[in-house]
Nanobody, 119 residues
Framework: QVQLVESGGGLVQAGGSLRLSCAAS????????MNWYRQAPGKQRELVGG???????NYADFVKGRFTISRDSAKNMVYLQMNSLTPEDTAVYYC?????????????WGQGTQVTVSS
């Protein structure tokens, strides 16, 4: 089993920055994809971006150039550095581990951390 705990959310003014952290406990494999999702009120959860083995990252178009995902495998941590925040970035941000197993794809989720960007 994998447990994920996000931290670092809060209230920030437009144009500001926040750094979210996700602490993973349990066994994390280098092949696991570690992702960040977000869900705004009344909207579906959407992928923000992710990082895989070899530090390969991918980002949604709406955060490219503003957000950066990094991973510290030794500490089982993943980070989301968010710059140039806008009110449209207001959402609950979730950490996700996606693992490919013989039985299919397994997903683990954290409880989320609230990010609120004021105009």
């Amino acid at each position: 089993q994998v447990q994920l705990v996000e931290s670092g959310g809060g209230l920030v003014q437009a144009g500001g920055s926040l750094r979210l952290s996700c602490a993973a406990s349990g066994r994390i494999f280098s092949s696991d994809a570690m992702n960040w999702y977000r869900q705004a009120p009344g909207k579906q959860r959407e992928l923000v971006g992710g990082i895989r083995s070899g530090a390969n990252t991918n980002y949604a178009d709406f955060v490219k150039g503003r957000f950066t995902i990094s991973r510290d495998s030794a500490k089982n941590m993943v980070y989301l550095q968010m710059n140039s925040l806008t009110p449209e970035d207001t959402a609950v941000y979730y950490c996700n581990v996606r693992r490919l197993t013989d039985l299919g794809i397994g997903n683990y989720w954290g409880q989320g951390t609230q990010v609120t960007v004021s105009s």
